[in-house]
Each structure stands twice: as C-alpha cells, then as structure tokens.
C-alpha cells in the first residue's frame, strides 16, 4: 500500500500570501496524484488531478506541481475562502490533510 | 450536472449492519468510464476510501474491510449501497458517496454527495 505523508500539518499565513504544500508517496505514483479542499461541514472538492491538472471550476491561483514521489500544491495568492483542510490522494490512499489557518 | 445524495439511519447499534444509499441524480450511473465509491471520515480525521462498485457490479474493496463490506448497484433507481457488518464505534464517521473518474492521468473522486454521519451507539 502506497503512503502519502503530507507537510506540514498545519500552515499559518496571511490573506494574500502564497501558500506551500507538501505531499511525499512512499513509492513513485508517476503523476497519478489528485488534490482536494475540504471546508468545515463540507465534502472534499476535487481540485487538481494528474498532479497538474486544474479541475473544472478551479481557479488559476491554485496549481499542482511535481511527479514520483513529491508533489505540491501552490496557491499563489490566498483568498479568504481557501482556508480549510487539503488533502492528496493516490488511488484509495490519502495523505493526512494540511491544515491551513488564517495568521 | 452530476449530483449524489446519501440516505439511510443516522444511528446504528454495535454489531448491526449499517445500511446506505447513495442515489444519483442529474446523470446515468450505467456508464462504462466511471465507478461508484464509499469514503468515510471518523470526527476530526482523515477520508478513508472504503470500497467502489461498476455499473456492471465489478467491485473493489479496502483490504482492511473487505470481510465486512458489500457494495452493491441498481441501475434500475440509480443508486448504489453500502453495507458495513459488525459495526462498532470505531466505525462512527461522516459517509461519502461519489465518483470514481478513471484514466491515464490516474483516479480521482469527483463529485461527492454532502456525506451523512452515522453513529455507531446503544
């Protein structure tokens, strides 16, 4: 079973800002990795696939980047409403979610 | 576009079988492209990919819960189901439906149903 260990756990920044996150797979899983945001009370939301690749209706400041075994999410201007949980995910593996707090 | 929607108990008792239905709306679920799944999320924690279900009936299932589990589809309603046996309070989680997009660039879940959360309590 593939692990995926995100990093870090909870990330503090500021409207504005650009946030970084991690994801790292125990073994290569090529580009075959998905991104999603999860609010309060909500459903996940799939934002990025094929570890690249925006999904319909994501907004551009979002991006995915990487392949193997080390991946990112980048938002590159944080919004208020893009604070919340992020999760990667490989097949039926998820990491353990970034949590992403306003500073 | 493409909706899910959980429904079944809020409460089951420990070592019953829990029971869900995830009807869609807005699409076929009898397409060749995509599979049908269950993920659950225990208060406070991480999703946990439990099973997924073809419209044909193929089935896959987490190796941890494959003794307990059965996914099962009728093209007929639309809709697709859960059953977890024996259940105890670890099994007490917020249960999503959704589906699986399969292809080159990999798997992914898209959309979800708004998840119902089942307790697992005498």
Redesign the interface.
């Known amino acids: 079973?593939i692990v995926l260990t995100q990093s870090p756990g909870t990330l503090s920044l500021s409207p504005g800002e650009r946030a970084t996150l991690s994801c790292r797979a125990s073994q290569s899983?090529?580009?075959?990795?998905?991104w999603?945001q999860q609010k309060p009370g909500?459903?996940?939301?799939?934002l990025i696939?094929?570890a690249s690749?925006r999904?319909t209706g994501i907004p551009d400041r979002f991006s995915g980047s990487g392949s193997g075994t080390d991946f990112t999410l980048t938002i590159s201007r944080l919004e208020p409403e893009d604070f919340a949980v992020y999760?990667c995910?490989?097949?039926?593996?998820?990491?353990?979610?970034t949590r992403l707090e306003i500073k | 576009h493409l909706q899910l929607q959980e429904s079944g108990p809020g409460l089951v008792k420990p070592s019953e079988t829990l029971s869900l239905t995830c009807t869609v709306s807005g699409g076929s679920i009898s397409s060749s492209t995509y599979y049908w799944v269950w993920v659950r999320q225990p208060p406070g924690k991480g999703l946990e990919w439990m099973g997924s279900i073809s419209y044909s009936g193929t089935t896959y299932y987490r190796s941890s819960l494959k003794s307990r589990v059965t996914l099962s589809v009728d093209t007929s309603t639309n809709q697709f189901s859960l059953k977890l046996s024996s259940v105890t309070a670890a099994d007490t989680a917020v249960y999503y439906c959704g589906r699986l997009i399969t292809g080159a660039t990999g798997n992914y879940f898209d959309p979800w149903g708004q998840g119902t959360l089942v307790t697992v309590s005498s």
């Open positions: 079973e899983v090529g580009s075959s990795l998905g999603y909500q459903a996940p939301r799939l696939y094929g690749s999904a999760y995910q490989n097949l039926g593996n998820f990491g353990q979610g």
